[in-house]
């Protein structure tokens, strides 16, 4: 018994080590990102009050180029406003012999307003910490845009703060096809350059030319139809069997990222139920 | 008193490493992982239990504040582990500097120098072979290594300028 005891005591800086090398894999080959519990994410309360804090002081910074962004895009807005109340106008004239209901496209979609608190860039799987949670509607698998495009999915929700799976993850992949063309692709970033992605599978026929707009397919129910993802780079294709990939620009800068919109589908909780009624009958 | 400067210390320095410097890159590949500094500052007659002990904790914290779980851990914890081998390469067994916590003032330039240097190349080889498993990339990874190891020494360096300084 005694030897025993003086064995382990001798042995013990190599069970220790062992015993905490062996809880590390653990959390290192967890795996599945979605099933991180919350309190090991950066959405637990203690780091998202120091991210607050940090926020609260570093979300000046950045206000001038905001500004500019969010003038640009009020005058794109603007003069759609403008166009469209000429649509209405027209359409007005047709619709008194027709009592036809035009529902729009985001008619089912709500937006959340949130602050980025924590981001990064340079790993290899990157996160975005933001502001709400689920107090605020916010439940995983929901859609994150900003002023420019895509910027990722939720991930983990706590009561008021948010995990999102950044758009440079390489566990997110997004339907995407070329604007006005009906082929998509899955867009899925290669971990070189924050500023550029690859869509991948896309059909061999595809026309498109370089700067072309990528957006989303609108498949996934995650993301509407439409919301602008990249910007096709130089006509770099890579030949597989039947599939383009094409390297892109994408339009969401991830190194100034920090108001966002988390896309919340009224009809979501349809969709689910359909899927499961989809499954239960296989 | 020495274990609570210590660990207000390391808190000061965890969350330096979290609001700052973990939104710091160059160049896209030069990372500052300040917060190693911590386990170079152990001092080397804590036992190797508490050390690794002390330097998964560490780590663990960064990783939850970082989402990056279990890299950091594990490498602070391979780290914690070989800090003493480590430092007796460039410190003779009975000298008696062992008691107190490694640094400038403790070593002098050249010694401290080479210890710090060689804790931060292993960390960042560690690290950036894990994020290899990932995403594997070798020229990547060794601008990683070369660009990051030489980003967090100068930093560390300052870094021990300050801390060692100030119980004068």
Known sequence: MHELFSFFIRWSKWFVFVFFVALSCALLFSGNPYQHHVYLTSANSVASGIYN???????YFDLREINEDLNLRNAALES?????????????????????????VLAQYNFVVAHVISNSIARAHNYITINKGSDDGIAPEMGVIDRNGVVGIVNVTGPHSARIISLLNPHF??????????????????????????????????????GDTIVTSGYSAVFPEGIPVGYVMEDQRRHDENFFTLRVRLSTDFTTLSNVQVVVDSLRAEHIALQAYDTDKQ | MPVISFILKALVIILAQVVIF?????????????????IMAMPVTWSTNVSVAAGFLIGLAIDICSDTPG???????????????????????????????????????????????????????????????????????????????????????????IFSSKRK
């Open chain 2, 22 to 38: 973990n939104n710091i890159v160059l160049l896209n590949v030069a990372v500052p992982f300040v917060f190693i500094y911590i």
């Open chain 1, 173 to 210: 992949k997004l339907s995407c096809k070329i604007k006005g063309s009906e082929h998509f692709g899955s867009l899925v970033w290669d971990g070189n350059d924050p500023t550029v992605a690859l869509l991948e599978e896309l059909p061999r026929h595809t026309v498109f030319a370089p």
């Open chain 2, 71 to 161: 890299v950091n851990a594990l490498a602070c914890t391979v780290l914690a582990f070989a800090r003493k081998p480590i430092f007796h390469l460039y410190v003779q067994r009975d000298e008696d500097l062992t008691g107190l916590p490694p640094s400038v003032r403790t070593l002098g330039v050249p010694v401290f120098m080479k210890y710090a240097l060689t804790m931060t190349l292993a960390y960042c080889m560690m690290v950036f072979t894990i994020d290899a498993f990932a995403i594997f990339s070798f020229w990547r990874m060794l601008s990683q290594i070369v660009c990051s190891t030489a980003f967090t020494f100068v930093i560390i360096y300052a870094l021990d300028a």
């Open chain 1, 53 to 59: 804090m940090r926020n609260s002081v570093a979300s």
């Open chain 1, 80 to 104: 759609e406003v403008l166009a469209l109340r000429e649509q209405i106008r027209e359409a007005d004239a047709r619709i008194q012999s027709d009592t036809m209901h035009l529902p729009g």
